[in-house]
């Protein structure tokens, strides 16, 4: 394959990556259909940010946050048998369940590590001796433009952490699980190895509790966009939203078998950091996946980062003890 030129960068050498929204293929279908599938995406962000926005105290509380990302899971895994992006990637029963069991995983086991020794309990103790006076200014701001901040900070720390999964050796192996996958869909990004789902989960989003409400807007942001990461959904999706927020097709391309292409679209929200480091490649894949796509079992993904790395360290002790000079005894 020749691969299409990005930056410096040959994308799709390795396996077939479409290159340039011009070259998706678009909605088809009726006018209604294809206005749905175009304005789906902003009208939904629209409805959870006034509902965040407007809703009385009683019911703007984390609980009903919980519920809501709940209900709209539901729905966008009803879209996904109605207008599915790749028939390749229709979800089967082994698939449904295999995710759940991550998705259970997540709200069980890796919920009560977080409470002990995760990112919340170096937070709660940074706010017991910091003199939130110093930030009055932060919540004098708007309130909207307070959870745009909260947002795009935690993504930018996002960012950098999962390119970081990407070049150091240590934290790819718990990462290299979830490029496993060889299809996108709804629960897709909650399958991994629990170390990785554990550091990808650390965030300063914690420091912001005092802010309940421009807290809560700034996770509607990432469900309303991030969400959209792992769906096979296929959408017309606005110019500005592709240009501004991770798409499907931008996660595609980063889960693609091509190895360029998987070094592409860090960001879980903002795509538009990715385009400030010159990482964001617009397009799409459809192959997915590691060693050609093979799918890896839920036991491997449970051990991969330790046997590798007890692999990785036996090799290295292997080269060592090789490469020491041979001691010729003195005559």
């Not at 175009?38 to 019911?59: D, E, G, M, R, V």
């Not at 048998?81 to 259970?104: A, M």
């Not at 629960?187 to 809560?216: H, M, Q, S, T, W």
């Amino acid at each position: 394959m020749d691969g299409v030129r990005v930056g410096k960068r040959l994308i799709g050498t390795q396996s077939p990556v479409t290159v340039g929204w011009e070259n998706i293929p678009r909605v088809e279908g009726g006018p209604l259909k294809r206005a749905f599938f175009t304005w789906f995406q902003p009208a939904a962000l629209l409805a959870l940010i006034a509902f965040w926005y407007y809703a009385p105290n009683s019911i703007a509380k984390a609980s009903t946050a919980i519920g809501i990302g709940i209900a709209f899971k539901v729905l966008l895994l009803a879209l996904e048998w109605v207008n599915p992006r790749h028939e390749s990637w229709r979800l089967t029963w082994k698939e449904l369940i295999t995710d759940l069991f991550y998705v259970g995983l997540g709200y069980t086991l890796l919920s009560i590590v977080e409470h002990f020794i995760g990112a919340d309990v170096a937070i709660e103790a940074v706010q017991q001796n910091f003199n939130w006076e110093k930030i009055a200014w932060f919540m004098g701001l708007p309130l909207l433009l307070q959870a745009f901040l909260i947002s795009f900070i935690f993504d930018f720390g996002q960012y950098w952490m999962h390119r970081g999964m990407h070049n150091w050796y240590p934290l790819w192996l718990t990462h290299a699980p979830h490029h496993y996958i060889t299809q996108l869909n709804i629960n897709k990004g909650a399958v991994g190895n629990p170390v990785e789902l554990f550091l990808i989960g650390i965030g300063i989003g914690g420091f912001f509790d005092f802010l309940p409400r421009a807290a809560l807007l700034a996770g509607t942001l990432g469900l309303a966009v991030g969400t959209y990461q792992h769906i096979n959904v296929r959408f017309n999706s606005p110019r500005w939203w592709r240009f501004l927020f991770n798409t499907t097709e931008h996660h595609s391309v980063h889960h693609s078998q091509d190895y360029e292409g998987s070094r592409s679209n860090y960001s879980s929200t903002w795509i538009i950091i990715d385009r400030m480091f010159g990482t964001c490649v617009d397009g799409e894949a459809e192959l997915l996946g590691m060693e050609g796509g093979r799918r890896m079992s839920v036991g491997e993904t449970m051990t991969f980062p330790f046997t590798e790395a007890w692999k990785t360290m036996k090799a290295k002790l292997r080269r060592d003890r090789f490469d020491e000079p041979t001691i010729v005894p003195a005559e």
